[in-house]
Structures are given as C-alpha cells and as structure tokens.
C-alpha cells in the first residue's frame, strides 16, 4: 500500500459565527483562525486548551437528559474544558480538506446554528482557504478494518485505498415500519461535493425523539419549523432540502467525527447505521494504526 502524502492547507484569514449551543443553551462566539500547527481549540473563556483528538472524547453527559437518552453529540474534554457538540465544525473543516487551523470558542458547546455544517462551510471559504508550507503522512490501512456495534446491526468497514484522499457512505437503515425509509449518502473526498451534497444537511430528530427530549426538558423554546423533526408523512411544519437529506446529516456527522484520528485517512469507509459512538470507535482504531498496519474490532 502506497501512503499518498496530504498536501497542508489552512486559511488566509480569520472568520467567526455566533450562535447558541443546541444542549447547553448558552451564546457562543467561535472564531476560525489561520494555523500551522493542526487542528487546534481553545476554550478562551476559561483560557484552557483543549485537544482534537478522539483521545479526549468525552462520554459524560452534557445535560440531564442524557442521563437515560442516549448522547447526540461529540464532546471533548481536557482538564476542567468542555467542547461540546464539535462535530458539525470538525466536518466542515475535513469535507475542504483543510489540516490547519486554530479554533477559539468562549462557551462550553459549539453552537448549532442552522443543524447544518453549512455557516461553518461558508465562514472557512469566506476566509479563504490556502496551502501552506509540508505534507502529512495518511494513516493507510492495509487490510480491512470492521467495527461492529456491541449489540444490534450497526457496523463501520474501512477498506484499504490505492489512491489518494478518502471517501465516506453512510447508510441509513431504521426498519421497514421506520418514519424514513432506508436511504444512502455518498462523499467521494473533494471540497465540491461537500458543500454542495453534504454540509447544507441538518440534523434531525424523529418525532418520538424529540418528544422524549421535550419531556426531559431541552428544546422547550424550538418547534418542529426551527428543526427538523420528522413524522410518519415527512418534515413536520419544514421540508428537506435535498433528497436522503437525513442520510447526509449522518454522513456529515461521520466525516467530523472520524476526523478525530488526528491525521489525514486514506482509505475508503461504509457507515451503516451507525451513531456517534460508533464512529468514535472508528476514529481510535485508526488512531492506533501505524502505516500498513490494520486491525479488526469487534
């Protein structure tokens, strides 16, 4: 196997969005900056660092609900410093290619805007991305990896790669009496089809889901028009923006997460049905991997 050296890019200049974290409830300015040292984070708040890297996810709840819900989001933790809900900006930031940059935020959780990747698609290009000097060395299995969820259908393969770069599917598979049908998002590793086919979609909730979220007491201020909640006959009070609009979200979702490996991945990875949890198993076998080296996880 032929590792592929990832050519460096960062962006010109600084761009920032605002916005307020989804679970925490809390304001947040996040502010992208030009970098040469990595993907960085800092929580300048409390002025702690916080490393991006599947080493510090953090499995802890970020609010009560949680407690007996099952997360929904991907948190890193260093210390006394949360990051909460980074993988929407992680996404954006994987989907252009970019392999440096410094990331401030001045609250606990990243915020959602829109559900989408899209604002942070949109500031990262508005900066301007741009290469800078040296390449990186891929982590480049040389056999399959396949990581299977402990209990139920859930499974991740990464399958070795010839060629440079690396591509993610996601299949989504509720069942047959499921809200949604089964459906399938595909992103073949370029910054065009990411923002054209993957970062405008948003997360989603079914309607049982948020309901129950209701209940347990986040969201009380959102409606099924600020999110997207879906039913038995599709958006409630929304539509989607594109067809297998869900699939792409978890699409999304995978390529952040995943991310978290801490180096770029050439390889190619089928997501089916899986969640955060899986996917940041799949982040630390490829963390561990040296090159050539592969493994199976069950």
């Known amino acids: 196997m032929i590792a592929h050296p990832r050519a460096r890019k960062t962006i010109a200049s600084t761009a920032s969005v605002s916005g307020t974290g989804l679970f925490t409830n809390k304001p947040c300015m996040l502010t992208l900056n030009p970098s040469e040292r990595g993907i960085t984070l800092t929580r300048t708040d409390i002025n702690e660092a916080v490393p991006v890297h599947c080493a510090v996810i953090n499995t ?152 129950a979220l209701q209940a347990a007491g986040l969201f009380a201020d959102l409606t099924p028009a600020d999110m997207l909640v879906i039913g038995r006959k599709g958006p409630i009070d929304n539509a989607y923006r594109f067809e297998h609009e869900p699939a792409a979200h978890k699409l999304l979702d995978a390529i952040g997460d995943i991310s978290l490996a801490g180096r770029p991945i050439q390889a190619n990875i089928v997501c089916h049905r899986s969640g955060h949890e899986l996917n940041h198993r799949a982040a630390h076998a490829l963390s561990t991997l040296e090159h050539g080296a592969a493994r199976s996880t069950p």
């Open 60 to 211: 802890n709840p970020v609010h009560s609900a949680f407690e007996s819900l099952k997360g929904r989001s991907t948190n890193l933790m260093h210390g006394r410093a949360l990051a909460a809900t980074v993988e929407h900006a992680l996404s954006a930031l994987a989907g252009l290619g970019i392999t440096d940059c410094h990331i401030d935020i001045d609250a606990p959780e990243v915020p959602i805007l829109d559900g989408s990747a899209m604002p942070f698609t949109d500031a990262l290009q508005a900066a301007g991305v741009t290469g800078i000097d040296g390449t990186l060395e891929p982590i480049t299995p040389s056999e399959a990896i396949t990581i299977e969820a402990p209990s139920g259908p859930g499974r991740i393969t990464i399958e070795p790669r010839e060629e440079p770069g690396w591509s993610v599917a996601y299949e989504l598979d509720y069942g047959a009496s499921a809200h949604l049908q089964p459906q399938r998002a595909d992103w073949d590793g370029s910054a065009s089809m990411y923002t054209e086919r993957v970062a405008p979609a948003r997360t989603y909730s079914l309607d049982h889901e948020a309901r």
